[in-house]
């Protein structure tokens, strides 16, 4: 994981805008994905809005 792609927070986890860039895909198409990854207790989203944030559970 890149330092630069990660965002200082208490737990930790990944920026939406970091994994955009990186897996090079649309913010909308992600944020499909990590709604469904939410719903099935995959992720924990943090924020909401162009601040949100996801972490593992």
Known sequence: ???SATRRSPA???AAS???RLAGASRNTLKQH???LVER???IQH???RGVWY???
């Open 55 to 57: 972490g593992l559970r």
């Open 18 to 20: 970091a994994i955009t």
């Open 34 to 36: 990590f709604r469904a």
């Open 47 to 49: 924020g909401s809005g």
């Open 41 to 43: 207790g995959a992720l």
């Open 1 to 3: 994981m890149h330092e």
């Open 12 to 14: 930790p986890g990944w």
